[in-house]
């Protein structure tokens, strides 16, 4: 037996609303361009400190061997690259053609005593992330578009899409992890936060 007339209107009405609030964050929305903030795999196991751009380690090199396999099916209209070798190395497995550029490459920072100290100004790294991020939607419009880059700029940059305060967003950017920016005109819409399933069954690096 079928609804009746009012079951069915009502259904139709839930589903038009719940379609108006994934068009709302650009799911589904002509010309939106879908950005993967990708942060570089492992390269502190076993760091030679003597190295100022040091490669991925063997426990790098393998988290960026699973993200290619996952991104293989996945179609994408351009792949930039910090400059960094990590970052290189890292994007490398998902595609042979690689843009670079060097405002994706990580904060400036400097490390003493097992401590890390951020010297970058978080809203002036979210914004050298977001001015390539502007670049790239107005080139790729409706596209989908890879950024392989570093896990305090992508944090920044996060926080800055969510309207939080630099700081207060309480997640890290795991290696080779896959953020989702959706974005049409200057609208920035967040899909997903650092989604490592590709990982899955791989020890945490040491």
């Not at 426990?59 to 960026?64: F, K």
């Given at each position: 037996m079928h609804g009746s007339p009012?079951?069915?209107?009502?259904?139709?009405v839930t589903s038009e609303a719940m379609r108006s609030i994934e068009r709302a964050f650009l799911i589904g929305v002509e010309g939106a361009t879908e950005l993967l903030l990708i942060r570089h795999g492992d390269c502190y196991e076993d760091l030679d400190t003597t190295l100022d751009d040091p490669p991925l380690s063997p426990?790098?090199?393998?988290?960026?061997r699973r993200?290619?396999?996952?991104?293989?099916?996945?179609?994408l209209d351009a792949i930039y690259s910090s400059p960094l070798r990590r970052a290189v190395e890292?994007?490398?497995?998902?595609?042979?053609?690689?843009?670079?550029?060097?405002?994706?490459?990580?904060?400036e920072a400097e490390s003493s005593d097992g401590h890390?100290?951020?010297?970058?100004?978080?809203?002036?790294?979210a914004a050298r992330l977001r001015s390539v991020v502007d670049e790239v939607v107005e080139r790729h419009p409706g596209g989908r578009v890879a950024l392989v880059c570093h896990g305090v700029l992508i944090l920044n940059y996060l926080a800055e899409v969510l309207r939080l305060e630099p700081g207060t967003l309480r997640v890290i950017p795991y290696y080779t992890s896959v953020s989702v920016i959706r974005a049409r005109g200057d609208r920035r819409m967040a899909g997903g936060l650092c989604d490592i399933a590709h990982l899955e069954g791989l020890p945490w690096p040491r």
């Open positions: 009012v079951d069915t209107t009502r259904r139709h426990t790098g090199r393998e988290q960026a993200l290619g396999q996952r991104m293989r099916d996945v179609e890292t994007a490398e497995q998902i595609s042979g053609d690689i843009r670079i550029d060097p405002r994706l490459v990580e904060v890390v100290q951020v010297k970058e100004d978080p809203r002036q790294a």
